[in-house]
Nanobody, 115 residues
């Protein structure tokens, strides 16, 4: 089992910044991929940014140039730096990890961007 704990969400004005953190614990070795999804009310969960199995990064087109994913492997932590936030970025952000082909999800952290 892998436990994922997110932090860093909150309320910010449009144009502002937030940094989300996600720390993996439990059986956190051999995590193949890790990243962030988000889900707004009435919408499907969508990929925001991730590290793939090979270590490369993927970003949703809507966040390219504004969000940056990074990680501290020694701390089993991934970060999502979100700049130039827009009201449409308002969502619950979920950390996820894949280990031996199985997905694990955090509890989610709310990000609200006011106009």
């Amino acid at each position: 089992q892998v436990q994922l704990v997110e932090s860093g969400g909150g309320l910010v004005q449009a144009g502002g910044s937030l940094r989300l953190s996600c720390t993996a614990s439990g059986s956190s070795s051999s995590i193949d991929a890790m990243g962030w999804y988000r889900q707004a009310p009435g919408k499907q969960r969508e990929l925001v940014a991730r590290f793939t199995t090979g270590g490369s990064t993927n970003y949703a087109d809507s966040v390219k140039g504004r969000f940056t994913i990074s990680r501290d492997s020694a701390k089993n932590t991934v970060y999502l730096q979100m700049n130039s936030l827009k009201p449409e970025d308002t969502s619950v952000y979920y950390c996820y990890a894949v280990r031996y082909g199985l997905p694990y999800w955090g509890q989610g952290t709310q990000v609200t961007v006011s106009s």
